[in-house]
């Protein structure tokens, strides 16, 4: 029964332009396709790039440290097909001596010369340059990036187990601040707060106010019904 007709209508018509707005936002009317939140999550995934992409590139120049850092593991694939794709990759490091010997691979490299490689890979993946990594290994972008995680990662274990600490550990680094990056903001534009103070400023105070609005919308309908919390009596003792 409604005890209060005017908070009550004021509830609905709030709770309707709710549901209006969320049908809107759930509409492919945010351009190629996209609904509201499919366009938010493309927006802060730019965002979020963008401000990645000075560790990235910053950590890219670091790695010139290791030019003239001798390097010599001994890697074991899973079986002969990964040590054959392992090899074509390790082949494109200059300088590198690969040998083969079935699910084996004899690795004699610079680490800084792995690591420029690798570099120049994964700046290509992070500009959206894909069609460059596919030409060099002729496989999916993707594949050739997850490549080099995985060889980096075993020449990693390797170098811990020789008791080569700092360069175990920066390969690691290496992992973390430039490979996986690269690998999983491929295909995303990159975009900066600077640039887009306007966009994100009105997504934030909309997501707020729309939240609160719901808030309200309920409340009034509650105040309309007569559904109100109150705080127990406290029973007195006879």
């Known amino acids: 029964m409604i005890r209060d007709s005017k908070a009550f209508w004021i509830g609905i018509l709030m709770l309707l332009s709710f549901c209006g707005i969320y049908v809107y936002m ?15 999550d493309d927006m802060f995934n730019s965002i979020s790039k963008g401000s990645a992409q000075a560790v990235v590139f910053g950590e890219i120049k670091k790695a010139e440290k290791w030019n003239g850092t001798a390097i010599e ?11 054959g794709r392992w090899s074509a990759a390790l082949q494109k490091v200059d300088g590198a001596e690969i040998m083969v010997d079935k699910e084996k691979i004899a690795l004699k490299t610079d680490l800084g010369k792995l690591l420029a490689n690798i570099s120049e ?32 990662k075993s020449i990693a274990k390797e170098l811990e187990k020789k008791q080569q600490f700092k ?41 707020l106010v729309y939240t609160i609005w719901y808030g309200f919308a309920i409340y009034y309908i509650c105040v309309g019904l007569g559904i109100t919390m109150t705080k127990a009596a406290k029973k007195s003792e006879a």
């Open 167 to 207: 360069e175990s550990i920066y390969l690691q680094t290496f992992q973390k601040k430039v490979i996986e990056p690269a690998y999983n903001y491929y295909g995303v534009e990159t975009k900066f707060v600077k640039d887009n103070k306007g966009v994100m400023t009105f997504m934030l105070v909309f997501y």
């Open 26 to 40: 759930m509409s492919p009317s945010f351009g190629n396709g996209r609904n509201g939140l499919e366009f938010a």
């Open 73 to 83: 593991v001994n890697l074991k694939c899973k079986d002969e097909a990964q040590a």
């Open 121 to 152: 890979d994964c700046k290509a993946m992070y500009e959206n340059k894909g069609d460059v990594v596919q030409a060099k290994y002729n496989t999916d972008p993707r594949d050739a990036t997850n490549r080099w995680y995985s060889i980096t």
